[in-house]
């Protein structure tokens, strides 16, 4: 167990590296960064200011359906609905995975303490730093949790549509906050890199839980617990009947 404990945090710093490089640059200002963030942040002012009902389609995606909080509150319904179907290392890793990233979020926010973009006219306003994107990184770990734990409930034909949905739902909050002119492209790069690297450390130590708990070892495809769909989706080592897949 020790072992594929450390495996999976090495998984983790190795998914991180990219948000890392990335972080030097926003630190040390690289200029073709700076030009890159300056243009799209133009660009996306202008059209906004141009097309008011477009920019009010991507408020309401940015600050209801996409906004962290609605998003937050799914993970939370759908915990809650693991503990109540008795599947506890799935809620233990939703809560972990969101509140994680929640934190992990905020800390590094505090510490690099980037400015948000300052336009002309701005159409939104948002408050607290700018990188990474707190929206971008909230999607890109709460689309993980939703879609790798409900995956087994889903019939093979229709997974594809749950990936796209989960993707589409990730690139259009980060493509609403650079539009809006809340954040940098970088600052959306970033939270989706980061999310991406909890995900991938929590995900590689649920799967030495798994490993741990006698149970062979799962293709993502397939969601982080096929055997979610059993009666008893705990295996027996945790003290409760085991599923239909071990027996």
């Known amino acids: 167990m020790g072992l594929r ?34 243009g799209a942040a133009r660009r996306l002012h202008e059209v906004a200011l141009e097309h008011p009902g477009w920019t009010a389609t991507l408020r309401f995606l940015s600050d209801w ?14 915990t809650g609905w693991l503990l109540y179907r008795r599947a506890w290392r799935l809620a233990a ?3 972990t995975t969101a509140i994680g990233g929640a934190l992990i979020g905020v800390l590094v926010k505090v510490v690099v303490e980037r400015a948000r973009p300052s336009l002309q ?21 709460s689309c993980a949790v939703l879609l790798l734990v409900l995956l087994p409930l889903v019939p093979r034909r229709w997974r594809g549509l749950c990936w796209a949905a989960a993707g589409i739902s990730v690139l259009g909050v980060g493509f609403t ?3 809006l002119g809340v954040h940098w492209f970088s600052d959306v790069i970033g939270g989706w890199l ?18 741990d708990a006698g149970r062979p070892r799962t293709d993502v495809s397939e969601g982080l617990e096929p055997e979610l769909t059993d009666e008893e989706p705990e295996p027996q080592v945790y003290g409760t009947e085991s599923g239909s897949r071990d027996r």
């Open 5 to 38: 404990l450390l495996l999976a945090v090495g998984a983790g710093a190795v998914a991180a590296v990219p948000f890392g490089l990335l972080l030097l640059l926003v630190e040390g200002a690289w200029p073709p960064l700076l030009r890159l963030d300056a």
């Open 194 to 211: 980061l999310g991406g690297a909890v995900v991938v450390l929590t995900g590689w130590a649920f799967e030495a839980w798994r490993s």
């Open 177 to 179: 906050r650079i539009a």
């Open 93 to 95: 890793w939703a809560a």
């Open 65 to 78: 359906l996409w906004d962290p909080a609605t998003l937050r509150i799914a993970v939370a319904l759908l």
């Open 121 to 141: 006219d701005p159409v939104a306003e948002a408050p607290g730093y700018s990188f990474p994107s707190g929206h971008a990184m909230t999607a890109t770990t």
